[in-house]
């Protein structure tokens, strides 16, 4: 701390508000109808988004698709002027990067375009030295000495720590739907209120596969924006929560933002106007291969009023980085194990199946099982997650893991209603060895606060109106 306020004296890093009041910042949803041509085409689009990004995590093997349902984060890189730059918000990764000038990105010729340009480097931007911590953080925690042989420096450099003046090397990075090779960078990073952090470490990439805009990652890790930002004033960087606008895929629904909120401090029941918030929560566990993730575990998912426990592996995670469930801003759909989601689906389908037709070619079209036609409302089943941890229980609101669109009216078939549930299998359980069980979607996040505490440990949820908490913590 003394050091930081040493740096803050030479204005070597700082923040132009209070340190000790919550941050709000708007996220933006990055759907848009113009991108797909029917509801078939986004639901398969996204479903196999989902899956590539769920099954990467274990094969390691960059699988380029077009893009799901993202939320985006503004700020800007350097003096200003600056252009505006908006990247994905992931907390399942742990690298702030963006596309920079001249940039090519290989296999992106059916992607959405570019939420930004591409960066011009700004002349305060400083190459990072492949002594610098973050230059090992960035290549899987190499030591420095390897960091500045693969920089080219002298021995006799690397014998006398002389070697600052040689850049970190080029890192790899890759995800479920494309890679990039980006090299280090600091600038000072302004977000839209004002909040400033200056030396800030970002990935500037000149060639992806298949990742047209960049990615700001929330995840562990000392180089994803909370841990640079905690570096400034923990009482920010170290607590941060979203809540996520209900859309159902409706462009104008979409357009709301979105509340981030950096330093989030609740107690655990409050009243807010008329609404009571209730946070339940669990307890982070360790992922020693991926110790970026915000993983949990789960104890099981109720239908109805039964109980379907779940299978070992979504409890807890194992020294070789096996199991857990993460919580994922960056994919859409909630993946899970294939015995845990047979039981889900067949109860699901025991409840709803007696009442309405299965709509098996919309499923082929979707990806999404089961699908089924209906005529006016259709009645389905309270799903909830439980969570391991006395009362950690979430009841999904129903437009969460159930979607509701029209098939159909094309001048071919009559148009029907159709509904599915929005719930997909991750595969068998022998498949997901070395990597998560499960993965909790953004879909099945929205209409709730979730609460990461990275000082405690611990994820929450509450149900909210999440445009009203927006409203009302701006004004």
Same mark, same amino acid.
């Given at each position: 701390?003394?050091?930081?306020? /040493? ?32 509801? %078939? ?46 990247? +994905? ?175 989030? /401090? ?74 845990? +989601? ?7 389908? %025991? ?21 089924? /036609? /209906? ?10 997650? %439980? ?15 159930? +979607? ?38 953004? +879909? ?32």
């Amino acid at each position: 701390m003394a050091t930081c306020i /040493y740096m803050l004296l030479l204005s070597a890093c700082w923040l132009t508000i209070s340190m000790s009041e919550p941050v709000l910042l708007p996220l933006t949803h990055a759907f848009s109808k113009t991108h797909f041509t029917t509801p %078939h085409h986004l639901l398969k689009t996204t479903s196999a988004r989902s899956a590539a990004r769920f099954h990467h995590r274990h094969k390691q093997v960059p699988l380029p698709l077009s893009p799901g349902s993202d939320y985006t984060l503004s700020f800007t890189l350097g003096s200003p002027p600056s252009p505006t730059i908006s990247l +994905y918000l992931d907390t399942g990764s742990d690298v702030v990067w963006l596309p920079c000038s001249p940039f090519e990105c290989i296999l992106c010729e059916s992607k959405a375009p570019p939420l930004s340009p591409p960066l011009n480097l700004s002349s305060s931007a400083t190459a990072v030295s492949c002594q610098s911590s973050a230059c090992s953080a960035a290549h899987s925690s190499l030591p420095s000495s390897d960091l500045c042989a693969i920089s080219r420096c002298p021995l006799a450099d690397i014998e006398t720590s002389d070697c600052n003046s040689f850049p970190c090397p080029p890192f790899y990075y890759a995800y479920g739907d494309g890679s990039l090779i980006a090299r280090l960078y600091k600038d000072s990073l302004t977000l839209p209120n004002s909040l400033s952090i200056q030396n800030f470490t970002f990935g500037c990439a000149h060639t992806t596969l298949a990742e047209p805009v960049g990615v700001a990652g929330f995840g562990f890790g000392r180089l994803s924006l909370p841990a640079q930002l905690s570096s400034v004033s923990p009482q920010l960087g170290n607590r941060f929560s979203y809540c996520l606008v209900s859309h159902s895929f409706d462009s104008d629904r979409v357009r709301r933002p979105s509340p981030l909120i950096l330093g989030r /401090y609740e107690e655990k029941e409050k009243q807010f106007g008329t609404e009571i918030v209730e946070f339940v929560y669990t307890d982070m566990l360790y992922n020693p291969k991926h110790p970026y993730f915000y993983s949990v575990g789960l104890e099981g998912i109720s239908v109805g009023k039964r109980n379907i426990p779940a299978p070992e592996n979504l409890k807890k995670v194992d020294r070789r980085g096996s199991g857990g469930m993460v919580v994922d801003s960056g994919t859409t759909f909630t993946m899970l194990p294939a015995s845990l +989601y047979d039981s889900v689906v067949s109860e699901f389908d %025991h409840r709803v199946g007696r009442f309405y037709e299965r709509a098996s070619a919309v499923e082929e079209t979707t990806g999404l099982s089961p699908c089924y /036609y /209906y005529d006016k409302v259709a009645k389905v089943p309270v799903i909830s997650l %439980h969570f391991v941890g006395n009362k950690s229980s979430v009841v999904l609101p129903r437009r969460n893991y159930f +979607y509701e669109f029209k098939d159909g009216g094309d001048g071919v078939g009559r148009e029907r209603s159709v509904g599915c549930l929005m719930l997909m299998n991750g595969g068998d359980e022998e498949e997901l060895r070395g990597g998560p069980g499960g993965t909790l979607g953004n +879909y099945q996040q929205q209409g709730m606060e979730v609460v990461y505490d990275l000082e405690k440990r611990t994820v929450g949820f509450a149900r909210r109106k999440c445009s009203s908490l927006w409203e009302s913590l701006k004004n």
